[in-house]
């Protein structure tokens, strides 16, 4: 298997604009993870996914953020209005059974919004 | 919910001397602790993990201990090697429903030649 797989690897949009974030994961997990990365906060879990239903979106940080996951081998994470806060390093996970088992993340989508 | 503490933020260690990288955790009912690591540009990937049964695990160089009453484990790297150098993470993660994980704030593990 490739792993996770995200794109893009790197997006720059203007502060206002809709980014959309993409993740495959590993196939037959049945578990998606949507991560943040900045040097303040560290590694924050935004939303989970079991069986391509929400689980728990706690994370999310405002209403501009939303997650979907239409089918097993396929997630967004959509921000709208985008804002120079949200520059961040987005990973996304997948594992199998979910707590207590390997979290495999993809090599993230670095966002910059300006 | 869960909060992690990880220390020391940085840490720099001669080649072939060991590290340590300490972390605490607050929910009494966590009951996985893995630990990755993260090289520049890439994502984290997990190096080993403990589970609450269990008091130390080793694999080769690392090894990990849990002290359940204290609510704190450790890693620990021995005979390390430049290709050590990264990030590592610590996370916790209480099961039973909430499946994500809650890492500490990292470690920039620094070999020196």
Redesign the interface.
Known sequence: DAG?IQSPRHEVTEMGQEVTLRCKPISGHD?L?WYRQTMMR????LI?F?NNVP??DS?MPEDRFSAKMPNASFSTLKIQPSEPRDSAVY?C?SNRQ???T???????TRLTVV | GENVEQHPSTLSVQEGDSAVIKCTYSDSASNYFPWYKQELGKGPQLIIDIRSNVGEKKDQRIAVTLNKTAKHFSLHITETQPEDSAVYFCAASEGGGADGLTFGKGTHLIIQP
């Open positions: 996770v578990y993870f560290g590694l924050e879990l989970y079991n689980i728990d994370g990973f996970a979910g707590a207590g390997e979290a495999f993340f993809g090599q993230g």
